[in-house]
């Protein structure tokens, strides 16, 4: 079988279809291939973007912010994992990023949460989504989808329309095995695909295993690999011809085991944030056509003590009971702390910050936190008289107290237990040209999203890899196009 397009896109997540709505709007034809129905990670995510210097949402709720004072935080968190001129750029044209999405239907909301959380409820969508209180000029800059509920699946749903209405074709059920070149020019991609009972077959098995596959891993690893049974079994060889490119959108890969073991040793075992499409096929396809890698070792891994936002006054204390980090940083900063001292941690909270943090369950808890927060406030945690009896019944050294007694201590170790899983994300990926999304040393050939190394490929606050993934797959869906003369 063979098919042929302007531009091929593998992957269909939020970067995916950035890249085919910017291809196609310039005029080229564009076909989507995706290895399930769509949405990957993107669809399974709380649907936040990291925007600021001005949104709509901020002028409205009364939030001073600037692109510089943007700028100023997030060459914190971004390191050098870009150039400044990228990061300037990223934080200039934010605000519009926020707009363009809101042209392609995607909702979101003034309403300005005031308190600090992992995730706001139902009734906030701008919130501080990152560690800015750490460091001057900080303002609320994520901007989570108006949905109920965890927001991805509404984020995603609004591109995919958006990406149809443009013109471009999707083909689901379709894994890109192998890319193809010419005169040292990627000009294709060799694809397996699926049509008739075992489509259907294979979507309702994916379907069935989404869930599972993030709160159940044994179940949902088995669902999927009936999944892929399927696709050797009854799966179609297709060669889809690109005449201008190939853009690779297809994730990371924190669901390969055995990648993870080889590049981020210390975060195997931990719970993997994706879907099983992000298992490294679209970094490997880029490297088997003479790509680069970079960051590989750059995962991160979410410790969040918030909500209730009460325990963010609490004291992190290590397995000698010495004191570290700050409880009032983003997450994900938490847990690199953590890692760094081999994974064992405790929050040290008094009586006072118990008795907050309970009376605030009720109104600061999303429903999917609440499971985390009866770990935090019960099963996780033991409390005594005495700091010293805390410190025993922990199996810890000592800490400095403070506050008031009785004392508790909550494990917030990175294998703390069921009910506390500790989510972890690759950051790494292909190298690409910063100006124009090609796969350094590949022509004809972009990368976008966690695929290729981007904004947050050094460290990740809420909302930065969506909006990576919008900024860079438009990059690559408009330099696929231009720079192939269509």
């Known amino acids: 079988m063979e098919d042929s397009a302007d531009v091929v896109v593998i992957g269909f997540g939020a970067a995916g279809a950035c890249a085919a709505i910017e291809a196609a709007a310039a ?45 100023s935080y997030l060459k914190h968190e971004v390191r050098d994992a870009v150039s400044e001129a990228t990061l300037r750029r990223f934080c200039e044209d934010s605000a519009k990023m ?20 992992s995730y706001p409820t139902d009734d906030y969508y701008l919130y501080q989504s990152g560690s800015e209180d750490a460091w001057p000029d ?46 040292g020019r990627v000009t294709g991609v060799r694809c397996r695909t699926l049509t008739g009972l075992p489509q259907a077959v294979h979507r309702t098995l994916t379907r069935a295993g989404a869930k599972p ?36 959108s297809a994730g990371g890969f924190i669901a390969n085991r055995a990648m993870v073991h080889e590049h981020a040793p210390a975060y195997r075992g931990a719970l993997a944030l994706g879907s099983p499409g992000d298992d490294g096929g679209g970094i490997r396809l880029g490297v088997a056509a003479g790509g680069k890698t970079a ?26 009971g010495r004191r570290f980090g700050d409880a009032t940083r983003y997450g994900a900063a938490i847990g690199d702390e953590i890692v760094a001292r081999g994974g064992k941690a405790w929050l040290l909270i008094d009586d006072d910050i118990l008795r907050v943090a309970r009376a605030q369950v009720r109104t600061q808890t999303a429903p999917f936190q ?3 927060v009866r770990y935090l406030l019960n099963r996780g945690l033991v409390t005594a008289p005495t700091i010293e009896e805390a410190a025993a019944k922990a199996g810890i050294g000592t800490p400095q107290p403070f506050g008031t007694p009785p004392y508790s201590l909550i494990n917030v170790s990175v294998r703390a237990g069921f009910g506390y899983p500790c989510p972890t994300l690759t950051l790494g990926g292909l190298v690409v040209d910063e100006e124009t999304g090609q796969v350094q040393g590949v022509s004809g050939l972009y990368a976008a999203g966690r695929s290729a190394v981007g904004v947050c490929s050094e460290s990740y606050v809420s909302g930065l890899s969506l909006a990576d993934c919008v900024f860079s797959g438009r990059r690559a869906g408009q330099h696929v196009v231009e720079e192939a003369g269509c």
């Open 213 to 248: 596959w993030l709160y159940h891993p044994p179940l949902g690893r088995r669902l999927f690999a009936l999944a892929a049974w399927v696709e050797r079994r009854f799966g179609r060889s297709l060669v889809v011809s690109a005449r201008q490119g190939v853009v690779i």
């Open 295 to 320: 960051r590989l070792d750059k995962v991160s891994a979410w410790r969040f003590v918030t909500p209730p936002s009460a325990l963010q006054r609490g004291v992190l204390v290590d397995a000698d």
């Open 370 to 372: 609440k499971w985390q």
């Open 27 to 71: 005029g080229a034809s564009v076909v989507v291939l995706d290895r399930f129905a769509g949405g990957g990670a993107t669809a399974l995510s709380g649907g936040v973007v990291y925007a600021g210097g001005g949104t709509r949402q901020q002028v409205e709720a009364g939030v001073t912010d600037t692109s510089e004072a943007m700028f």
């Open 138 to 183: 900080p303002a609320p800059r994520g901007h989570r989808t108006r949905a109920k509920g965890t927001s991805g699946k509404v984020f995603f749903a609004r591109l995919a329309e958006a990406t149809r209405r443009a013109g471009a074709r999707i083909m689901p059920q379709t894994r890109a095995v192998e890319l193809i070149t010419s005169d």
């Open 98 to 117: 926020l707009a363009w999405l809101e042209d392609q239907g995607v909702p979101f909301s003034s309403a300005l949460c005031p308190f600090k959380t």
